[in-house]
């Protein structure tokens, strides 16, 4: 990856390395500017300890938006949903910022790796530059 220490690329608007979460970039995309671009947002994560199965399915009732599934590896999850932002930065930081949100699902854990996929508006660029990163 080319951009993979690049801070700039990878700082949301608050100054928080997306990788690390920020709760308000989640906060704003609960009301997100409507000319802004929907992501499909995806974060594979450590969870220092093993997530109850009802807190995995709390989070579907609760946030709708976002889905966090157990994988097969030990202590591997994988946490899902659409976020409306400027950049994919942004809509990272979001994502797991509603983990740091919801200290009472995960309260530690590692990102292992993030993906954003631009949805909407439908550009005119090739699918692999709407990726990000
Ligand atoms: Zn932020």
């Given at each position: 990856?080319?951009?993979?220490?690049?801070?700039?690329y990878w700082a949301c608007p608050h100054g928080y390395d997306a990788r690390d979460g920020c709760v308000s970039c989640f906060e704003e995309s609960a009301?997100?500017?409507p000319d802004s671009i929907?992501?499909?947002?995806?974060?594979?994560?450590?969870?220092?300890?093993?997530?109850?199965?009802?807190?995995?399915?709390?989070?579907?009732?609760?946030?709708?938006?976002?889905?966090?599934?157990?994988?097969s590896a030990p202590q591997i999850y994988l946490l899902t949903g659409q976020a409306r932002a400027a950049r994919g930065a942004q809509a990272v930081a979001g994502l797991i910022g509603f983990l740091l949100h919801n200290r009472h699902v995960v309260d530690e854990f590692t990102v292992q790796?993030?993906?954003a996929v631009q949805i909407s508006p439908s550009p005119e660029v090739p699918a692999r530059d709407r990726v990000w990163p």
């Open positions: 990856m080319i951009h993979q220490d690049d801070a700039a009301d997100p500017d929907t992501w499909d947002v995806a974060v594979w994560f450590n969870s220092r300890r093993p997530i109850p199965v009802k807190a995995l399915q709390d989070v579907h009732r609760h946030g709708n938006r976002f889905n966090l599934d157990k994988l790796e993030t993906r």
